[in-house]
């Protein structure tokens, strides 16, 4: 089965750990070609609520809807529409970029995985380092390749976990082109960070989170530091 969604809304999502509240009745709705800022500082529940998102986790109340799915509904069929960048870049250090790249492909059921890889590669800026093992490769590099790893299958949704980490300017720069050309494309970008310097003329939404709770949201959100201070004092 293949499905499609150009739609995301959560619905009072909570998560539970224990006595512990990660997410406390989280609720948004966002659109294909839309950038969401997942904005806090640690602990604020930006990395449960991607999980949640990306159905490896379930919420313990409330509802993820994908346009008119749900993950119970669609399961693996959904999980297709669906690219993640977490913390673990899942390359495998011993393979080449490009043979990284060709297996993910051919799990997704490319016609030509290879191809596939090329083209990831080619989008990178890193064809000519197709057959160096990624071991060899910076931190940048290895983000790259691990960003193109999760969008090699066209991906509707795409959830970023604090992707901007280690990176230098280049690197930073090449990303955030990245994004923007998934927003014109039609994606649906979910974007968690604490970097509020590279976030800032990015984002299309923000949600603002602290304790688990959301703060604040706003559209097309300006002078984001100095709007980061004034809504997360507020909830002090």
Do not use: C, W
């Amino acid at each position: 089965m293949s499905i499609d969604f150009h739609e995301l809304t959560a619905e009072d999502v909570s998560r539970h750990f224990g006595r512990r509240r990660a997410l406390s009745k989280i609720s948004f709705h966002t659109r294909a070609g839309s950038i969401l800022g997942l904005l806090g500082p640690n602990g604020a529940g930006k990395s449960t609520m991607i999980a949640v998102l990306a159905t490896l986790m379930r919420a313990s109340g409330g509802t993820v809807r994908y346009g008119t799915h749900t993950a119970g509904m669609t399961g693996a069929a959904l999980r297709a529409r669906i690219g993640i960048l977490g913390h673990d870049l899942f390359l495998y250090p011993e393979l080449t970029a490009r043979e990284n790249l060709a297996f993910f492909a051919g799990l997704y059921g490319a016609a030509d995985a290879h191809a596939a890889a090329d083209t990831a590669l080619a989008r990178a800026g890193l064809g000519d380092r197709a057959h160096d093992p990624i071991s060899s490769f910076s931190r940048g590099m290895r983000q790259r390749v691990a960003l193109e790893r999760s969008l090699i299958h066209g991906p509707r949704l795409v959830l970023l976990d604090e992707p901007f980490t280690g990176l230098d300017d280049a690197s930073t720069a090449a990303l955030v082109a990245r994004l923007r050309g998934l927003r014109d494309e039609g994606a649906i970008v979910v974007l968690a960070t604490h970097d509020l310097d590279l976030a800032e003329g990015l984002l299309d939404e923000a949600l603002f989170l602290r304790d688990g709770r959301m703060v604040d949201a706003l559209a097309r959100p300006g002078a984001l530091r100095s709007t980061y201070r004034s809504i997360m004092g507020r909830s002090s």
